[in-house]
């Protein structure tokens, strides 16, 4: 159906609020059958009512539609001329549809949850000193253990978690308990000193760990190279790996990358899945 012109009166009581101002045609939309002919003038008087012309233009309903939802919403505009060209109505059109959104970024607090995947294990150094737990002192010492003496040596519980977000270098975090016990390695930093390297004890189920919380100097970054060498590198403080140092019976401490003086490659002996 083809139409040489529409005047058409609008009255603010006869317009009515949408939520949206502006749609998207498409293939699929249903068209008026209008002339192909392109108007060449499009007059709004502004005043209480809208008086709107067009001729001969080639346009859909929703397009209609849209055009009078942007009249209603120019109701408070004041202009000097009573007349628009073609630009303008468009530029007043486009400025009273379109709503900026200003988007605020939410911080989100990392997490690691658990993944139930346990193993119990032996730790040793690159040069088969074995982690032992010191009889004096709530540490862990790295001593070459001769045979006849492997009742000594310590059974690690390994605990796999996972993070929403990428981990460095494809690592697995990671806590590291004492079998049979509340004692977990962490990376602790006192007041005015570096990192080290301690046993502290945990009495809560540990499925959730929240960066910033008690219990996030207990994960570590395992990452497994080569032959079964592993490293672990502390989560709360970045480039700080559990390490031993070459003389025998040493505590085990947190050091810094590729330290010359101390060991920060280990094997896990003896491992095994077990139920968590």
């Not at 949206?20 to 008026?32: C, K, L, Q, R």
């Not at 209603?72 to 549809?97: A, P, Y």
């Not at 990452?223 to 790996?241: M, Q």
Request: hydrophobic share 30%; with cysteine.
């Amino acid at each position: 159906m083809a139409y040489d012109g529409y005047d058409i009166t609008l009255s603010y009581d006869d317009l009515s609020e949408t939520d949206s101002a502006i749609y998207s045609d498409s293939a699929e939309s249903d068209e008026m059958d209008c002339a192909d002919q392109p108007s060449k003038s499009c007059r709004c008087n502004v005043d209480e009512d809208f008086n709107l012309e067009m001729l001969r233009h080639s346009s859909s309903m929703k397009q209609v539609v849209n055009i009078i939802i942007a009249l209603k919403r120019m109701k408070h505009i004041k202009t000097k001329s009573s007349e628009f060209g073609e630009e303008e109505v468009l530029n007043i059109i486009m400025d009273s549809v379109i709503e900026e959104r200003r988007m605020e970024r939410v911080d989100v607090t990392p997490s690691y949850t658990s993944t139930h995947q346990m193993w119990q294990c032996n730790i040793c150094d690159q040069y088969k000193k074995t982690l032992v737990q010191s009889s004096g002192s709530p540490r862990l010492l790295a001593v070459t253990l001769r045979d006849g003496a492997k009742q000594y040596k310590v059974d690690f519980n390994l605990s796999a978690y996972a993070s929403p977000r990428a981990t460095p270098n494809s690592s697995q975090p990671v806590c590291l308990g004492i079998s049979q016990t509340n004692l977990y390695l962490a990376c602790t930093k006192p007041d005015n000193s570096s990192p080290h390297l301690v046993l502290k004890e945990v009495t809560e189920t540990l499925n959730t760990i929240q960066v910033g919380d008690q219990y996030d100097n207990l994960l570590f970054f395992r990452k497994e190279t080569g032959v079964a060498n592993n490293t672990f590198e502390s989560v709360k403080y970045p480039g700080w790996f559990i390490s031993t140092d070459f003389d025998e019976s040493k505590p085990v401490e947190m050091s810094q990358i590729a330290p010359r003086d101390r060991c920060s490659i280990f094997t896990l002996e003896n491992k095994k899945p077990i139920q968590s």
